[in-house]
Each structure stands twice: as C-alpha cells, then as structure tokens.
C-alpha cells in the first residue's frame, strides 16, 4: 500500500504498512549508556557513607564510565535516567540502608530507605538533568540490625547503570 501523505483519521493501526522512506523525530537512541556491576564482595562498614565499587563494565557506549564515575561526555548535555540495586549477603534487619547519588561530589538523593524488615536487597531510579562533564556516582549508607561491624554486598546482584533519555 503506498502512502503519500497519512492523516490520523484515515490511518488503520491494525494494518500493516510497509515504510520505503525515513521516518524522523520518532523514538531515540538512548546513548550514552552504560551498565556495570560488582566482580567481587565489597564490605561496607556499618553508620558509614562508602562509595561503591563497579570494576566490571558490561556496556559503555561513549565510555563514559570509569574508576566507578560516570561523565557526561562532550556533546551529551540533557536530562539521565540513573537506575542501580544494593544486593547485601545478610539476613539482618535494616534500621537504614540507602542507595545514594551523588553529582559533582554532592548528594542529590537518598534513595530506597527501608527500614526493620528483614530485607536483602535496595534499588534505586532517578532523573537527573545533567550538563557536560558532571560526574555521578553511588554510594551506600547502612544501619543494620547486626552486632558485626560490617556488611558485605553480593556482586553478582549489585549493578549499577544509566542512559540518556533526552537533550
């Protein structure tokens, strides 16, 4: 079926159409991104604010990302979407554990408070509007119900990542 010019009351979207042109100005490509995650445990000690570790990238698409920092890159002003998860191998009861953000070296959010449950696991999502070379990265902050004077996260399930989502 060609189509020469598509009004939205005459355009059927149970049908198929097969576009032979360029369509502009629908969805993005979402870059810079980038994931990364945890290769080994990390302890973090208990009432302290500990910047947490990611020394295995698992994508960087501008690469962006390194010594655990993301950096908007040149060119690439506009708002994030910065999302990560706190995995701890305990089964203690948390009074306070946070996954938190920080930009240019200051905290922007406390995120995922939980509190005197019996949980092992803290996410996080945030949108920021960032400009070129702000840098973020995350941190922990804990208070659990242990008499031990540290926690240690579990690498295979703390990860942390972000992508762009518009100018």
Do not use: C
């Amino acid at each position: 079926m060609a189509i020469t010019k598509i009004q939205s009351e005459s355009l059927n979207l149970s049908d198929t159409y097969d576009f032979t042109g360029t369509v502009t100005g629908a969805g993005g490509v979402n870059t810079p991104a980038f994931f990364v995650r945890q290769s080994s445990n990390q302890s973090i000690t208990k009432n302290t604010l500990v910047k947490l570790q990611f020394p295995t990238e698992v994508y960087d698409t501008a690469n962006a990302f390194a010594s655990n920092t993301f950096t908007v890159p040149s060119g690439q002003s506009g708002k994030y979407f910065f999302y990560g998860r706190i995995a701890y191998l305990t089964e203690n009861d948390f009074e306070k554990s946070q996954f938190r953000i920080y930009v240019n070296g200051s905290d922007v959010d406390d995120g995922a408070v939980t509190s005197n449950i019996n949980q092992d696991t803290v996410t996080f999502n945030y949108s920021l509007d960032l400009s070129v070379g702000d840098t973020v990265e995350a941190y922990t902050y804990n208070n659990y119900g242990g008499a031990e004077p540290s926690i240690v996260t579990f690498a295979g399930r703390t990860n942390f990542g972000g992508y762009k989502i518009i100018e």
